[in-house]
């Protein structure tokens, strides 16, 4: 299944983005989204863990759906998911890495994350979408705020990022908080940056 968007593309996560996920854990994009942990990954050691979640995959209930985020030229840059989705309370967690520093900043995130809270809430009936982000990632904070997050909890000094303690933010959107993809894409002018 393919979500288009207007500055980006929801795609299944096949293996041109496996193939740059190295480049993506060991560069600046990882300590951002994984709350301040510094990877060192291989090539090799990625693919053995890749391989273990498929087979693990196969032995469970999959609760997760994983959608590729690209360009609208096709260009891999990241990744969007659908995690522990609970099927009896209907809630979700996401989770999300514009892997290329590249892409920062000019809205492939915010269109990437409309499409993903108006998949969750149309196609698998959630109730309520929540992330994770720690208080040094102001631009996640930015984002959040704009596209009608609510901040619902803040564990104080959760973190330990190079040596400082951070705040662990919960960020949470119910349905009827939802206005709808059009409606945010016009509140937030993203039609224009297409």
């Not at 990625?46 to 609208?72: I, P, Y």
């Not at 705040?167 to 509140?187: K, Q, T, V």
Request: hydrophobic share 40%; proline share 2%.
């Amino acid at each position: 299944m393919t979500l288009e968007g207007l500055l980006v593309d929801l795609v299944p996560r096949g293996q041109v983005f496996l193939d740059r996920e190295h480049v993506w854990r060991n560069n600046e994009s990882s300590f951002w989204s994984s709350g301040g942990d510094r990877y060192f990954a291989t090539q090799a050691a990625l693919r053995a863990q890749f391989e273990q979640w498929d087979e693990a995959r196969g032995q469970r209930r999959d609760d997760s759906v994983t959608f590729g985020l690209q360009t609208k030229d096709g260009t891999p840059i990241g990744f969007i998911s659908i995690n522990w989705l609970h099927t009896t309370y209907r809630l979700a967690l996401l989770g999300a890495r514009i892997g290329d520093p590249e892409y920062w900043g000019g809205g492939y995130g915010t269109d990437a994350l409309l499409l993903t809270v108006d998949y969750a809430f149309d196609w698998l009936d959630v109730r309520k979408i929540w992330l994770m982000t720690t208080s040094m990632n102001e631009r996640v904070q930015r984002q959040m705020v704009k596209c009608g997050f609510r901040l619902e909890a803040r564990r104080r000094a959760a973190v330990l990022a190079d040596g400082v303690w951070y705040d662990e933010l919960a960020y949470g959107l119910l349905r009827e908080e939802w206005p709808g993809r059009e409606a945010m894409i016009e509140r937030l002018g993203l039609r224009g940056k297409a």
